[in-house]
Structure formats: structure tokens, C-alpha cells
């Protein structure tokens, strides 16, 4: 950006790293609403600051977001013509939706920033504010780890399982923040053996990888290893394409693969729920022949084919997605609400849905089939396309770039599997994905 080399530029382009970075640090963290709305309008600023002084760079952040620039337009008619809670849907309009809007235009300013560092052949890209914006992709893992090593002191074994501490105290900030340290160590990796001195390189990527898969082996989630395993799948067949990589690459895939087979296997030792999973799924689709996803609080667990009680995580999962798409067959434009559109139309449909009322007000534990009940099948459409582009541009240029080249090709389909199977309908995780989304479309933009 021109005015990047002007010292105001530059403080202002230092802002907008430093809000992203912080933002990276504390969005999975209880209790910081008030620092994460500060971090979000130093960073707002700063990117209208930058972005009114250089309509280059505007026009860039503009084009290659276009999916999102959309998307915000749809949610916004969405609420002026489609709503059926307006009161409530206002609410999520003027803070949910507009803290991720936000997040966009931090995230695309950051890109943008990004991309004109790296395109200079004197100044490496992850260096300065961008190296600290890279650091805080870790402090999620960083403070779980610092935690579990506090807790060694009263604990009776070195590999406990269930272990949920302060201060996440939930597995979808474990599987989707540290997801995300999992996704840079690997990106990491692929940078490192394409190095001379790869031997060397290596070795800290493959630690950071493992510390992961045992903090998703500590909190017990079977989403952080499914996710791990299927990345590491893909990139293996990618690999398989001529001249893409050479074999060492390959084989240090591979080699990769060992950690997540060794700590995997303990965990499906020791979780249950691996031992009945085909036949829980099966039961879990069928949803017309029980009604436990219904009313989970008063009825017993049904009985899967094997005649064992169901796994309840398990089964509500497939039964409540499988609900889900029965819903969306029938409301494709959304009901409005991203946190508790399923909750109001399985009612409608299902008469003795909660027959136990209460305050159960549930989400499908998918984001991706709760952002669609909420606001349709064209908003779920364009965020995918905003992922996929970015995916795609990055790995027709994947020789260059260095890490965040690489970072933005594999971080879309881990956002596509992460969201799929995690519950993550509120705010913090789709401010990242937002963040990320633009972050990446700027950065991957194709010049005309």
C-alpha cells in the first residue's frame, strides 16, 4: 500500500496485525467481550484508515471478497424480508453479524497487507507484525498445554482423558483453535521439506503436531483426531499428482502419519463411542422409528442393533442433523436466526419436539446446517465459494507464498470439516472463519 511507507501508515498497519493477533489470542476465552470489542475497533479503524488512503487496495480486498461482501448483503435482506423473529434476528444483525463483519474487514485488510509484503523480494513475509499475527495462531494450544502442565501436579496419571480445565472449558474452542495450530505446524512442515536444510526444519512442526493431537487425545474429542486423519489423507493424495511434490514430501506425509496413528489409537482404545459408531450412526439416521432426539431430558436411551444403549453424543448428533435436512428441504431461504432456528422449526414440524419445554433452545451441534436453517441455503453457498476460491487460488500458486501460501490452502477444508461435525453456532467461531475467509481472498487475489 502506498501509504504504508509514510510513518502513520505504517503505526496504523501495525495496528491492524497487532488487533488480529490479539483477537487470534483471546476469541476462544471466557470473559473478554470487552477487550475483544476494543481489539475489534482499534482493527476496524485501522483498516478504513488504510483502506481510504489506497483504493488499490480497496478495490483488491473488495473483488477478491466478493462472496462475503454478498453474503453480509443477503443477511442483511434477509432480516428486512425473511424474518420470522424480527426482535431477535435485529439482535443477531447488530452483534453477531456485525462483530464477524468486522472481523472481514480486519481480515482483509491483514491480507491485503500480507500480500504486498510478500511480492516485495527484499522483506520476507512472516516477519515484524506478521510474525507476531503467526505466533498467535499458537496461544490457544500454548494455554492448554501451560494449563495441563499445572494440573500434572494433581492428577493421578501423565495422559488423563476428559480433561476439560479453565479456560475453554468446551471441545469445540479445543478442536477449532487448536485445529487451527495443528493446520499452521503442518503447513509448517510442507514449507520445511521444501528446504535444503529440511532435516532441521522439520523437527518443530512435527513436535507442535503431535502436542496437538495429545491435547485433542486430553479433552477426548473424536472430531479433533477425524479431522487431523482426513487433512492428512488429502494432502497425501494430492502428493500423488506428478511434479506436485517430490518423494521425500511424500514420505514425510506419511511419516506424519505415525503420531496421529499412535495417540489416535490410544484414544479409540479408551473412548467408547469409537466401538459403536456405524451401528449408533444408523440408529441416529433413522430418527422416525425413536423419539429420544426429541426429549432427550425425560426418555432412555434407545438401544442401537447391536442391542447396546446408544452413545448420546454419537447418536444426537446424526439424529439432529438428519432432522436438520428434513428442515431445510422444506425452509431453503432460512428462518433467521443462526442460534435457534432448529430449535423453532423442529417444533413447528415435530409437535412433541421438547415435550419437556423448559429452556432447551438447542443448536444441531453443525454450523454448517445451523448457518443454513438460519439464513438459507444461499448463505451456506457463498461462504463455501469464498473457501473454495481461496483454497483454490493457493494451491495453483502453492510454490510461493511461504507459510501463509500454504496456511490458506489446507485452512479451508479444515473450516469446511470443523464446522460440519462441531457445535460452533455463536459468534467467536464464525468471527474467525470471517477473519479468515477475507484474510485469505485478499491475499490470493489474482491481479488483472
Known amino acids: 500500500m502506498t501509504n504504508i511507507r509514510t510513518k502513520l501508515g505504517r503505526l496504523f498497519a501495525c495496528l491492524l496485525f497487532i488487533s488480529g493477533a490479539g483477537l487470534l489470542s483471546i476469541w476462544p476465552l471466557p470473559g473478554t467481550m470487552a477487550l475483544r470489542n476494543l481489539l475489534l475497533v482499534v482493527g476496524c479503524l485501522s483498516s478504513i484508515y488504510l483502506f481510504s488512503r489506497d483504493k488499490e487496495a480497496f478495490c483488491t480486498a473488495l473483488r477478491s471478497n466478493l462472496p462475503l461482501v454478498l453474503f453480509f448483503a443477503w443477511t442483511v435482506a434477509h432480516y428486512f424480508f425473511l424474518a ?13 453479524w456485525l462483530r464477524s463483519g468486522i ?136 502428493t500423488l499428482k506428478k511434479d506436485y511434490y517430490s518423494p521425500k514430501i511424500k514420505l514425510a506425509i506419511v511419516a506424519a502419519a505415525i503420531p496421529l496413528a499412535v495417540v489416535g489409537g490410544m484414544h479409540m482404545k479408551e473412548n467408547a463411542a469409537w466401538h459403536s459408531a456405524y451401528a449408533d450412526i444408523k440408529t441416529g439416521v433413522a430418527i422416525s ?17 447391536n442391542g447396546q444403549a446408544v452413545n448420546q453424543s454419537t447418536y444426537l448428533r446424526v439424529a439432529w442433523l438428519t432432522a436438520a435436512l428434513q428442515l431445510i428441504q422444506e425452509t431453503p431461504w432460512g428462518y433467521g436466526l443462526m442460534s435457534y432456528s432448529f430449535s423453532y422449526l423442529a417444533k413447528e414440524k415435530w409437535p412433541d419436539f421438547y415435550s419437556n419445554e423448559g429452556d432447551h433452545m438447542v443448536a444441531t451441534h453443525s454450523g454448517w446446517m445451523d448457518l443454513t436453517l438460519g439464513l438459507g441455503i444461499p448463505a451456506t453457498l457463498l461462504v463455501f465459494l469464498s473457501l473454495l476460491t481461496s483454497s483454490r487460488s493457493a494451491l495453483k500458486k502453492t510454490g510461493s507464498g511461504g507459510f501463509w501460501g500454504k496456511y490458506s490452502m489446507l485452512i479451508p477444508p479444515f473450516f469446511l470439516l470443523s464446522f460440519l461435525t462441531v457445535e460452533v453456532s455463536y459468534d467467536i467461531f464464525f468471527e474467525l472463519l470471517f477473519f479468515f475467509c477475507a484474510m485469505f481472498g485478499s491475499l490470493n487475489h489474482r491481479k488483472t
Open 103 to 238: 472481523s472481514s474487514l480486519i481480515g482483509a485488510g491483514i491480507g491485503v497487507l500480507l500480500s504486498r509484503k510478500s511480492s516485495r523480494e527484499n522483506e520476507r513475509p512472516n516477519t515484524g507484525p506478521a510474525f507476531v499475527l503467526e505466533l498467535s495462531i499458537y496461544m490457544s494450544l500454548a494455554i492448554y498445554l501451560l494449563r495441563y502442565l499445572y494440573e500434572l501436579a494433581f492428577i493421578q496419571g501423565v495422559f488423563p482423558t476428559d480433561f476439560y480445565m479453565t479456560p475453554f472449558g468446551g471441545k469445540p474452542q479445543i478442536v477449532v483453535f487448536i485445529g487451527i495450530a495443528f493446520i499452521a505446524a503442518l503447513s509448517h512442515l510442507l514449507l520445511g521439506l521444501e528446504s535444503p536444510n529440511w532435516k532441521k526444519k522439520v523437527i518443530l512442526p512435527v513436535f507442535t503436531m503431535g502436542l496437538s493431537l495429545l491435547s485433542f487425545y486430553f479433552a477426548n474429542t473424536k472430531n479433533g483426531f477425524l479431522i487431523s486423519f482426513v487433512i492428512l489423507f488429502g494432502i497425501l493424495l494430492l
Open 289 to 305: 422409528e425413536q423419539t429420544y432426539w426429541k426429549d432427550w431430558v425425560t426418555q432412555p436411551l434407545p438401544h442401537n442393533e
Open 84 to 96: 420470522q423473529q424480527k426482535e431477535m434476528q435485529l439482535k443477531e444483525l447488530t452483534g453477531f
